[in-house]
């Protein structure tokens, strides 16, 4: 679960970025053909460049706290809560992306019904015509081309539809609307249709300005500006008819913009892909883990105080230990992971290593131990005894 939450954080970000540079600094240049791989290759970045990791190794290190901390049972149930936080946080978050999904699929059937409830159909150069009233002004879908009455369009109109057709301008929509579906959260996500649309209706205009005059073309467009520009999975005619417009009277723009957008892709792609990692050698002094903890020595005095009553208090000890042994072990059976750090000293180069060595303990012994490590005068024969015991092969 953190590692998906890590891969939508740096999804975000990137998104953003990106997204912000596209308004302020591509939006309204005029190489329309490069705006539109540009938002390509925004989505595209955003979806892959989580993935992508570059592994740097380093051999100087800082240093690293053991990950071993004492089990508590308090921490046990607040990471508990967390968890159960994170897994509702990402139902909400399959729960947008379904409704996306369910709206896209209703606005691909609603198309699809109009092509079934049209009275008329006919083909003409590799593009069906849909006669439908539900539409006010020509739109395509795919090779689809919607008009609302049997009328001739306009050759301008036509030609300019076409060309939508031709370069497959509603993959771009619907590539759109899925990434809107990864992305419901983020408000930027929910204007990346229309800065598509935008972009297909100035290389469409940009073409058919080489045809046909500024002033016959912007004839024809006026004759638009009142009507509705639906469905809104399909490029519409009358769609941003006033941007279209002071679009085609702006001068040419200058492509050092996109040097920029490269420049700042790379960077985006360098910071958020290269991970580095801690390079460790064959240890050279004896590596100090829970598995090797100094063990106590015992005196080789002999004692002569060896009278029965001394002998029952010790008695009475272990029973008590082992009674608490018993009661943790029914409480925290469980096995868990342990991560032991290990520094060692490289005495050649004067440089230190860490080793990270996972194991096995059932959890009831992890918690004994961590509660007579905080005492002032730890017993190390009873770590030792649990250690052995709670450690699993």
Not at 18 to 25: A, K, N
Not at 327 to 346: C, G, H, Q, S, W
Request: proline share 4%.
């Amino acid at each position: 679960m953190t590692e998906f939450y890590n891969y939508l954080l740096e999804a975000t970000l990137i998104f953003t970025v990106l997204c912000l540079f596209y308004h302020y600094m591509l939006r309204h240049h005029k190489n329309h053909l490069a705006n539109r791989w540009s938002l390509w290759l925004l989505m595209l970045a955003t979806v892959l460049f989580p993935f992508v990791s570059i592994t740097m190794w380093v051999e100087q290190l800082a240093p690293v706290a053991s990950a071993n901390a004492d089990a508590d049972p308090a921490l046990l149930d607040k990471t508990q809560g967390v968890t159960r936080l994170a897994t509702f946080f990402f139902s909400i978050y399959l729960l947008g992306i379904g409704f996306h999904l369910i709206r896209l699929i209703l606005q691909v059937t609603n198309i699809l019904g109009m092509v079934q409830r049209s009275t008329e159909k006919y083909t003409k150069d590799g593009i069906l015509f849909i006669i439908s009233p539900e539409v006010q002004s020509p739109a395509t879908f795919f090779h689809l081309l919607f008009v609302k009455d049997r009328t001739p369009l306009h050759p301008i109109i036509e030609q300019h539809e076409k060309i939508h057709i031709q370069q497959y301008h509603t993959l771009d929509l619907i590539a759109a609307t899925l990434f809107k579906a990864m992305m419901w959260f983020h408000p930027f996500a929910y204007k990346l249709t229309g800065y598509f649309k935008e972009v297909h209706e100035y290389a469409c205009d940009e073409i058919v300005l080489k045809q046909h005059g500024l002033h016959s073309y912007i004839q024809v467009l006026e004759t638009h500006t009142d009507t509705e520009a639906k469905p809104n999975l399909c490029n519409s005619f009358s769609s941003f008819i006033k941007k279209r417009i002071h679009m085609m009277t702006q001068a040419p723009s200058s492509n050092s913009r996109y040097g920029i957008a490269m420049v700042l892709l790379f960077g985006i792609f360098a910071l958020m892909s290269f991970d580095t990692r801690y390079e460790s050698k064959a240890p050279i002094i004896s590596k100090e883990s829970r598995d090797t903890l100094p063990k106590l020595e015992i005196s080789k005095a002999k004692s002569t105080d060896t009278t029965t009553p001394q002998k029952t208090r010790e008695n009475k000890t272990a029973k008590s230990n082992n009674t608490s042994e018993a009661n943790m072990l029914k409480r925290f059976p469980n096995a868990i992971e342990l991560i032991d750090t290990i520094v060692t000293y490289d005495s050649e180069t004067g440089k230190e290593s860490v080793m990270i060595v996972k194991s096995k303990m059932i959890e009831a012994y992890n918690i004994l131990i961590g509660e007579e490590l905080k005492k002032k005068n730890p017993d190390m024969e009873k770590i030792n005894e649990w250690t052995k015991k709670g450690r699993i092969q």
